[in-house]
């Protein structure tokens, strides 16, 4: 099992910046590929960023390349998620998943083995 723990939601103007952190506990992170999704109020989960099992390769969905990127610190069992230009669009529940199969891009929920309990990002225009 793989507990995962989201934090650094919040309220921010459009414009602005948050950073979410998403820390993993039970087995060994450095073994998962890690994504982050979002779903909006009468929305379908959807992708937004994974990135594989060293760091070294990173997916983005469409909606925020350019703005969002995402990391990992393999010593902290963190992977998170900074959100630049954040738009009222971006509103949502941001949930981490882990995925114990590191190849390309999987981008759907199925794949992926382990979730958190998500954390809220409300941008206000």
């Known amino acids: 099992q793989v507990q995962l723990v989201e934090s650094g939601g919040g309220l921010v103007q459009s414009g602005g910046s948050l950073r979410l952190s998403c820390v993993a506990s039970?087995?060994?992170?450095?073994?998962?590929?890690m994504g982050w999704f979002r779903q909006a109020p009468g929305k379908e989960r959807e992708f937004v960023a994974r990135?594989?099992?060293?760091?070294?390769?990173?997916y983005y969905a469409d909606s925020v390349k350019g703005r969002f990127t995402i990391s990992r610190d393999n010593a902290k069992n963190t992977v998170y998620l900074q959100m630049n230009s954040l738009k009222p669009e971006d509103t949502a529940v941001y949930y981490c998943?882990?995925?114990?199969?590191?190849?390309?891009?999987?981008?759907?929920?199925?794949?992926?083995?382990?979730w958190g309990q998500g954390t809220q990002v409300t941008v206000s225009s």
């Open positions: 998943a882990a995925d114990r199969w590191d190849y390309g891009l999987r981008d759907t929920q199925a794949a992926y083995d382990y």
């Open positions: 039970g087995r060994t992170f450095s073994n998962y590929a």
């Open positions: 990135v594989k099992r060293s760091g070294s390769t990173t």
